[in-house]
Nanobody, 127 residues
Framework: QVQLVESGGGLVQAGGSLRLSCAAS????????MGWFRQAPGKAREFVAA????????DYTDSVKGRFSISRDNAKNTVYLQMNNLKPADTAIYYC????????????????????WGQGTQVTVSS
């Protein structure tokens, strides 16, 4: 069982930056592939970024490539999402997710791949 708690959301002007954190409980954090998803008002939840267990592979949705960066610190049981050059279209609730995986280099981009979810953190980007 893994519990995930996101933090770092807030209100920022377009062009600004935020870093989201997701702290995981438990001693097996390194056994999980991690992902970030987001859900804007009136829209379905969508994939944002994913990171393999080993940090050796990442994947991003096209709209955030070059602006967002996912990373993890297994010693701190934490995954991060650095978001730069934010746009109003990035406004959403951001969720982190964890998938138990035997594979060091797999990344997972479908929300139904994931086993555990955080409660979400709101990101609002003003124009």
């Amino acid at each position: 069982q893994v519990q995930l708690v996101e933090s770092g959301g807030g209100l920022v002007q377009a062009g600004g930056s935020l870093r989201l954190s997701c702290a995981a409980s438990g001693r097996t954090f390194s056994s999980y592939g991690m992902g970030w998803f987001r859900q804007a008002p009136g829209k379905a939840r969508e994939f944002v970024a994913a990171l393999s267990r080993s940090s050796g592979r990442t994947d991003y949705t096209d709209s955030v490539k070059g602006r967002f960066s996912i990373s993890r610190d297994n010693a701190k049981n934490t995954v991060y999402l650095q978001m730069n050059n934010l746009k109003p279209a990035d406004t959403a609730i951001y969720y982190c997710a964890a998938k138990a995986s035997p594979y060091l280099y797999n990344v997972y981009t479908r929300d139904d791949d994931y086993d555990y979810w955080g409660q979400g953190t709101q990101v609002t980007v003003s124009s």
